[in-house]
């Protein structure tokens, strides 16, 4: 079960508008879709498992949620896992039963439509949906049959197309991330350690190129990849997170130091934020959310009064596009904590809203 997701900031290039899209644990840049009045909207999406569906919701001052009109929208049972495209267009999902499912936005509202084919063909008990940062295509990480269905996405109307063949693992996947790039796909392996693939920018196939050790860290549950794809880091499920130098032809990982960074119990979460000045991982055990800033070399220090509350069993994080809020799905609780970023590094509770039941997975787009 977890993540996307991630962190992003804003630039302005010329007189284009550029969107960056937390997903899972990541963030890109695109062009920014506007509703019709010329607004720019900001969404946050929660898979829930248990329930079988996604809730919906828009974002408002001070990062306070309000719920879609209609939502959740019904999906299948065991949403295990949710990802949606640089460009706010479409929301993916994965259910453990098997089927990835594509749905469209509604710039204006929020609302998500199914895709017309959904649910997608993927292999045995998925785990974790990612999408790469243009949107161009769609990994479905399947615990069961141990690969990775690879899909192109018609970028117009969202249908999938299965490549032709999977991609066998090395292990058991957990979750996954792309770098900001779109260059790599990483994957967390448990005991195995994270795997390191390749990305053909034509056709979405993958080429392994490395599986990393989760060592000096017990195991890799979740992986993130900051802003300028130079640090990637792991949370290990247990009690810590490890940082990796990320080499920037081949996407190969190498450990920061000798020795891990303490977290909370068993964080299974972890997400980048704000242009890759922050890391937040999510203690399942604990019930809470540990942060931290990120240094010039990759070693993490602590924000002052980390960790902090969340509710029971949070299952996800993900920092908003602008890099001003970070929102975590609690899966005991059924609800969604929000959190502001402060300009001094500080981070604060903003409240929480109630979700389907037991959220597994949250994105936040723009």
Same mark, same amino acid.
């Given at each position: ?23 899972? $644990? ?21 898979? %829930?498992?248990? =329930? ?130 779109? $260059? ?106 540990? =942060? ?49 970023? =402060?300009?001094? %590094? ?21």
């Amino acid at each position: 079960m977890k993540k996307l997701s991630k962190a992003v900031f804003v630039l302005i290039l010329l007189s284009s508008t550029i969107l960056l899209v937390s997903c899972g $644990h990541d963030f890109w840049a695109t062009t920014t879709p506007t509703n019709p009045s010329g607004a720019v909207n900001k969404f946050v999406y929660a898979g %829930n498992n248990s =329930g079988g569906s996604i809730s919906e919701y828009t974002v408002g001052t001070g990062g306070a949620l309000t719920a879609v009109s209609g939502s959740p929208v019904t999906v299948a049972s065991g949403v295990v896992s949710i990802a949606a495209d640089s460009g706010g267009k479409f929301v993916f999902a994965a259910s453990s039963n098997g089927g990835a499912y594509a749905f469209t936005v509604n710039r204006t509202t929020g609302a998500l439509t199914l895709v017309s084919g959904s649910p997608f063909t993927t292999g045995s008990s998925p785990v974790w949906v990612v999408a790469t940062p243009g949107g161009s295509f769609v990994y479905v990480l399947n615990g069961g049959s141990k690969d990775v269905s690879v899909y192109a996405v018609n970028t117009t109307t969202g249908v999938l197309t299965p490549a032709s063949s999977t991609t066998t693992l090395a292990g058991t996947p957990v979750r996954g991330t792309v770098d900001p790039g779109g $260059h790599f796909l990483y994957v967390s392996e448990g005991t195995t350690g994270t795997q390191v693939f390749k990305i053909d920018a034509s056709t979405g196939v993958l080429t392994a190129v490395s599986t990393v050790p989760a060592s000096p860290c017990a195991l890799s549950v979740d992986v993130t990849v900051d802003a300028n794809t130079k640090f990637a880091f792991v949370a290990d499920g247990s009690s810590a997170v490890c940082g990796y130098t990320v080499n920037s032809s081949t996407g190969d990982l190498t450990v920061i130091g000798t020795a891990s960074t303490s977290a909370g119990t068993q964080p299974v979460a972890i997400a980048s934020g704000a242009a890759g000045k922050f890391v937040f991982a999510a203690n399942q055990g604990g019930n809470n959310l540990s =942060g931290w800033t990120v240094n010039v070399d990759g070693t993490l220090t602590a924000i002052s009064g980390s960790p902090f509350t969340t509710g029971k069993s949070p299952n996800d994080v993900t920092v908003d596009p602008s890099g001003n809020y970070v929102f975590v799905a609690n899966s005991g609780d059924n609800n969604i904590s929000i959190f502001s970023i =402060g300009s001094t %590094n500080t981070l604060t509770s903003v409240g929480t809203i109630a979700s389907g039941t037991g959220p597994s997975s949250i994105v936040a787009t723009q």
